[in-house]
Nanobody
Framework: QVQLVESGGGLVQAGGSLRLSCAAS????????MGWYRRAPGKQRELVAT???????NYADSVKGRFTISRDNAKNTVYLQMNSLKPEDTGVYYC?????????????WGSGTQVTISS
């Protein structure tokens, strides 16, 4: 099993920055992709950014140029640097890992961290 623990959420003013961290533990060798998703109030959870073991990244259009995802494989940790934050970035941010088990990818989720951007 893989466990994910997020940290770094909080309250900041629009235009500010935050850095989220997600530490993975357990069967980390099974992880193939890690990423961040978010759920804004009254909306469904949506993809923010992902990063593969090889370092390939993918971003939602709404965060391109403002957010950067990175990972430290030695620490089994993925980061989300969020700059130029907007009120619409408010939500619960969830760390995600896709783990490979007998040829099939399964998602694993952290419990989430609240990010609130004031206008």
């Amino acid at each position: 099993q893989v466990q994910l623990v997020e940290s770094g959420g909080g309250l900041v003013q629009a235009g500010g920055s935050l850095r989220l961290s997600c530490a993975a533990s357990g069967s980390v060798d099974s992880i193939r992709v890690m990423g961040w998703y978010r759920r804004a109030p009254g909306k469904q959870r949506e993809l923010v950014a992902t990063i593969t073991n090889g370092g390939s990244t993918n971003y939602a259009d709404s965060v391109k140029g403002r957010f950067t995802i990175s990972r430290d494989n030695a620490k089994n940790t993925v980061y989300l640097q969020m700059n130029s934050l907007k009120p619409e970035d408010t939500g619960v941010y969830y760390c995600n890992a896709h783990v490979l088990i007998i040829g099939t990818l399964y998602p694993r989720w952290g419990s989430g961290t609240q990010v609130t951007i004031s206008s």
